[in-house]
């Protein structure tokens, strides 16, 4: 895939985005309504950053500055950032203040580092210690959640906080592994209620039915990005048991990968009738296979695995229709339990859209991206 294809789909997102009505919330468009404070734009500028720092090109940075300027006052606080909604997917946008606070020296965004924190301090916790995922989830541990919030946990203990809270991080991750890993194949389930009430759940184990592949895959960006935010000294052992953790699951997925170079919707049932190849999960596995080749967390063949998989992506999904560029194959969304009574069937992961554009696939296809234009 030539590299001016991409970078013009990437320009056309941009220029058709504003900074109330961003071209690749298609959440927020299919409801009518304007962007607010969201996991999703965080998803997208985070890639937009990115890639401002593999290319260079200003453009990019004064995009993101402008977009994230907009919402942060100068005390820090955000528009559209309610903290008593204890919602892990909040703080998913706040990572990017590091890095606008790096670029740029605005010191509003070290205050919004802090609101965002605040969220990550009192956020409640099952019974092993972890976040729940959202206040409406009560003792309920999403793959999604360790994504959101412990890669932005760790840089701010980093930086911030002396690690006073390392082994808070670690745990977390350690109660994951032990409690929703499916040691036969080794992927993990989507979620774990810790009460063991929700409908969707096993009785005995808390565990939800299947293995989705985007929440594989934001548990799997958590683990990098948590790895690449640490500073080990002093936690070698910790580290290294979580970067092993990382490998394994690595491992697991290269077992499942298609002979396209992606994943299915779920992941263990490629062929079933319904199951297709997804965007976003599978872009995500790219550049956590590049990213964790690069960084010498894995071995480097698995770039070679990352580079089929970004490929596959291209030639299954990204095409010109009428003109204009699109990046179909993306689940729009998908959960458990809520107002719609999400069960967690295989009959649900397949009932859910399947869209184009949006930033849960476009931001991880833009971060895998800007790893092979480091390579």
Known sequence: MEMQIIEQYLDELLEKTTVDIPAWNIEKARAGKKSSWDYID??????????????????????????????????????????????????????????????????????ALDTVYELVKNQPRTKEGNFWHKKIYPNQVWLDGLYMAQPFYMEYETKFHNKENYKDIFQQFFNVAELLRDKETGLYYHAYDSSREMFWCNKETGLSKHFWLRALGWYSMALLDTLYKCEKTGYEAEYEKLKGIFIDLMEAMVRFQDKSGMWYQVVDLGGREKNYLETSGSSIMAYCMLKGSRLGILPKEYQEYGKKAFQGVCDTYLVTDTGKMSLGGICLVAGLGGANMRDGSYDYYMSEPVVQDDAKGVGPFLLAYSELRRL
Do not use: P, W
Not at 49 to 74: M, S
Not at 75 to 88: A, T, V, Y
């Open 42 to 111: 965080g998803c997208m500028i985070m890639a937009v950053l990115e890639y401002y720092n593999c290319t260079g090109n200003g453009k990019y940075l004064k995009f993101a500055d402008t977009y994230e300027d907009y919402r942060v006052h100068e005390d820090g606080s955000i528009d559209g950032f309610e903290l008593e909604k204890q919602n892990l997917d909040d703080v998913n946008g706040g990572k990017n203040f590091f890095e606008l606070y790096r670029l740029t020296g605005k010191e509003k965004y070290r205050k």
